[in-house]
């Protein structure tokens, strides 16, 4: 077979498999020597991206390929973990700089540039995708864990769920069984959040959060009748017409932020002051947010008492 025409058979049977960039076991699979393939490499038709990877379409590497040929240079069994692992799977609106690839504790492993490896006692449940990473759950929470800032933990611990990435249940059930994490205290509390909605940040929270920041209590949760049916306001002051809605996760999620925007407008049209708190939100900046409820209360003609 000339050069020409096995080029065409590599591109055709491989090319197209790996977003263009292939293992050099898999080039003697289909038939090639070391010094046919080396010989491609030296005349710059193919280009070595690794120990192991060769290049059939540039030096220069997209972002997919960037992860795959990761995951064959790192070292035995490494996956795709961490935020990395869930861009793979779709996460959208987020930046990363380093792959994140975890190995099970005492591989060997080799240094790549721009990959960052994590050894792992347990490497938890993995998928066999190609290339393969870890399943939702378990990157979600540790690409809390390797986040640079609560702030980041929290909203790469909630992004998945919005974006339907991962189950509400199975990240929970994943988290139960978690004995180690770098933010234990944090994610104890904002898991719930994002799991269970607004219903882990109970009123009885909420109020607890009014007299640290020395706001009266709210009335109670109310009962509204509206074009929407029967609804319940989380938190509402009576004698102000102040209404909070305590927003978990699940309020993001598909056609939810339109029914909340129809109880708020429902509410605004009704004479109430309106506010959203995301429960994330009040975990991470509870001072602002109550902040935010105390203006509330003062437009209406609240008082604190030493005032």
């Known amino acids: 077979m000339r050069p020409a025409e096995r080029r065409a058979m590599v591109a055709r049977e491989l090319?197209?498999?790996?977003?263009?960039?292939?293992?050099?076991?898999?080039?003697?699979?289909?038939?090639?020597?070391?010094?046919?393939?080396?010989?491609?490499?030296?005349?710059?038709?193919?280009?070595?991206?690794?120990?192991?990877?060769?290049?059939?379409?540039?030096?220069?590497?997209?972002?997919?390929?960037?992860?795959?040929?990761?995951?064959?240079?790192?070292?035995?069994?490494?996956?795709?973990?961490?935020?990395?692992?869930?861009?793979?799977?779709?996460?959208?609106?987020?930046?990363?700089?380093?792959?994140?690839?975890?190995?099970?504790?005492?591989?060997?492993?080799?240094?790549?540039?721009?990959?960052?490896?994590?050894?792992?006692?347990?490497?938890?449940?993995?998928?066999?995708?190609?290339?393969?990473?870890?399943?939702?759950?378990?990157?979600?929470?540790?690409?809390?864990?390797?986040?640079?800032?609560?702030?980041?933990?929290l909203t790469v611990l909630a992004m998945p769920v919005q974006q339907g990435l991962v189950s509400p249940q199975r990240l929970l059930e994943e988290w139960e069984t978690t004995q180690r994490h770098r933010r234990r205290a944090l994610l104890q509390e904002a898991v719930p959040l994002v799991c269970d909605g607004a219903q882990a940040l109970s009123e009885l929270d909420f109020a607890r959060a009014c007299r640290r920041h020395g706001l009266p209590a709210p009335s109670r949760q109310e009962v509204r009748h509206t074009a929407q049916g029967r609804i319940y306001l989380d938190v509402y002051f009576e004698d102000y017409g102040v209404h909070a809605e305590l927003n978990g996760a699940h309020h993001y999620l598909k056609l939810a932020p339109v029914a909340d925007a129809r109880r708020r407008n429902d509410r605004a049209l009704e004479g109430d002051i309106s506010l959203e708190i995301p429960a994330l939100g009040l975990l991470l900046d509870e001072a602002a947010f109550m902040e935010q409820v105390k203006r509330a209360l003062w437009q209406r003609g609240w008082r604190p008492r030493s005032a």
């Not at 292939?22 to 070391?34: E, F, H, K, S």
């Not at 490494?78 to 990395?84: I, Q």
């Open 15 to 153: 090319g197209g498999r790996h977003d263009g960039v292939v293992r050099r076991q898999d080039l003697y699979d289909l038939g090639l020597t070391y010094d046919q393939v080396q010989a491609e490499i030296d005349a710059g038709r193919w280009h070595l991206v690794g120990r192991r990877s060769v290049s059939l379409v540039g030096p220069v590497l997209d972002a997919k390929a960037q992860r795959r040929v990761a995951t064959w240079e790192v070292g035995a069994g490494a996956v795709l973990d961490g935020v990395t692992s869930l861009v793979e799977a779709g996460l959208t609106s987020w930046q990363e700089s380093v792959i994140h690839v975890s190995v099970a504790k005492g591989t060997r492993v080799r240094p790549r540039p721009g990959v960052r490896i994590h050894h792992q006692r347990r490497m938890g449940r993995t998928l066999g995708t190609e290339p393969p990473r870890t399943a939702p759950e378990v990157a979600t929470l540790r690409a809390a864990a390797w986040a640079v800032s609560d702030r980041q933990a």
